[in-house]
């Protein structure tokens, strides 16, 4: 057909119709044209012959698309044409004002686009959430805000805060040159965080490879993670870093030392490799060196440390590759801390196995389970959270449970007095987000409205209220307002 096109693009009509007659039937389209023009009797009329007639309402010489006049010669959408041969021109539809009072237009050829403007979302350009994650690492802190910038702050002795230098911030600062970011996640002193178009970025510390660039160099502003695509969500550990695929497959890269990359041995890696024996995954968390994943069929896989029994399969033998979890079905949402773990189930109900030492896992003991044990006191819960040795819920209510370590005042009771069972957060509005971090000693809280709340551990200023005490027992607001 390319060749059909450039004879009747070069070629008059008159001398078209005797190369395509002797040429047989290699040119159906064009020669059941020119049967059609001849039967009329006014010439023979075919596009792109620079004659508008024969049903064409425009011919500009050729038979390429998306220039005004089409392969079979009519007026495309968002062009107007006139004369012979015909010129077309882009209308600029921006002149009308199609776009939400809410987006920027764009002119383009045929077409126009509208661009939300920050902070607003969807094809009508609503108000977004002005928070959409949140994620607090050791010392430091990242928000995502609905636009897709991230915010950080706290501690940035490694360049965790990702805005280019190594000072300490005690407010939330912009994470430089990141954009269309949906997710994140912190480990000790690193982040990653999941972009709308699939790919990953990292910054921080780089000592095991935790960034995934292939190096071990510290990055103080973001990079690419290498071979990834697709990704819809991501996990860090205190050194290594998880992402999964919209296929369910987990990568790994950075820390190995107890097989937590789950390819069944403990290199630490630059650079991503797939997880063995794991497909299907919906969701996956990572503890400071073991993960969890839950698969699409609810069932709960674990790997990596064991020390505490936080993989749950009964034993305290390291894994290297992904063992099932012992009596989880129907698992919805999963956390995990320094080496505990939770699992939120459809029935709405948390199952916590592994370190207990302060009460983490909310069976009202200090007992390490080396298989799942159900929360005491807790129903109706939406999402779960955990930090380095304390546990988060949220219940359908909007209300925020906490339990286990308090040291820092991280349970949000205004105590620093360890609890084995649920309690409830005062003083907070209905709860929408919670979070933590395997390493974190603080905890975050965000309402439907984008407020977003902090507590505990602040030596390094990662509550972001701009004071410098070193704890924060009840709930505070970060100096991050929405726009
Ligand atoms: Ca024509
Ligand atoms: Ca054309
Ligand atoms: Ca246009």
């Not at 915010?151 to 805060?161: C, D, F, T």
């Not at 972009?195 to 973001?222: C, E, H, K, M």
């Not at 071979?227 to 996990?235: C, M, P």
């Not at 609890?419 to 005062?426: G, I, M």
């Amino acid at each position: 057909m390319t060749s059909c096109k450039a004879l009747a693009t070069l070629l008059s009509g008159a001398l078209l119709a005797g190369v395509l007659g002797a040429s047989g039937g290699g040119c159906a389209r064009a020669a059941g044209a020119i049967g059609e023009g001849g039967s009329g009797g006014e010439g023979d009329q075919e596009c792109g012959d620079r004659i508008v007639g024969g049903g064409e309402d425009c011919d500009d010489g050729n038979t390429a698309d998306g220039d005004g006049c089409s392969a079979t010669c009519s007026t495309e959408q968002g062009f107007t044409c006139s004369g012979e041969p015909t010129k077309c021109e882009d209308i600029d539809e921006c002149a009308e004002g199609p776009c939400s009072a809410n987006a920027t237009c764009t002119n383009t050829e045929g077409s126009f686009v509208c661009v939300c403007a920050p902070g607003y979302t969807g094809p009508t350009c609503e108000k977004g959430p002005c928070l959409v994650d949140v994620a607090g690492g050791r010392g430091h802190s990242l928000a995502v805000r609905g636009e897709g910038t991230v915010m950080s702050w706290g501690s940035n002795a490694s360049g965790q805060l990702g805005e280019g230098s190594t000072d300490n911030q005690p407010t939330p600062v912009p994470v430089k040159g990141l954009t269309g970011a949906l997710r994140i996640a912190a480990g000790r002193v690193h982040v990653v965080s999941a972009r709308s178009d699939g790919t990953v970025r990292a910054w921080g510390s780089n000592l095991y490879g935790q960034l995934g660039d292939g190096s071990t160099t510290q990055r103080n502003t973001p990079v690419l993670v290498q071979n990834l695509a697709d990704i819809i969500s991501v996990a860090a550990g205190s050194y290594h870093s998880l992402a999964l695929t919209k296929a369910g497959a987990v990568w790994a890269w950075g820390q190995n030392t107890n097989g937590q990359l789950g390819d069944g041995s403990v290199n630490n890696r630059t650079a991503p490799i797939q997880v063995q024996n794991l497909s299907n995954v919906a969701i996956v968390a990572s503890g400071q060196l073991h993960n969890l994943a839950l698969r699409a069929d609810g069932s709960a896989w674990a790997w990596g440390s064991n020390l505490y029994g936080q993989l749950g399969d009964g034993t305290t033998m390291q894994r290297n590759t992904p063992v099932e979890v012992q009596g989880i079905t129907g698992g919805v949402a999963v956390a995990a801390g320094q080496g505990h773990s939770l699992v939120l189930r459809s029935d709405k109900t948390v199952w916590a196995w592994g370190q207990n030492t302060s009460g983490q896992l909310g069976d009202g003991t200090t007992t390490q389970r080396n298989t799942p044990v159900e929360v005491q006191g807790l129903s109706d819960v939406v999402a779960i959270a955990a930090g380095d040795l304390h546990s988060m819920a949220l219940r359908s209510d909007g209300t925020l449970w906490t339990w286990g370590d308090n040291q820092n005042g991280q349970l949000g009771d205004g105590s620093t007095s360890p609890r084995a069972t649920p309690a409830q957060v005062a003083g907070l509005p209905a709860i929408k987000i919670i979070a933590a971090g395997p390493d974190a000693q603080h905890s975050f809280a965000l309402t439907a409205d984008g407020l977003i709340y902090a507590w505990g551990r602040n030596d390094a200023g990662q509550i972001g209220d701009g004071t410098a005490v070193l704890l924060k027992a009840t709930p505070v607001q970060p100096q991050l307002t929405c726009n």
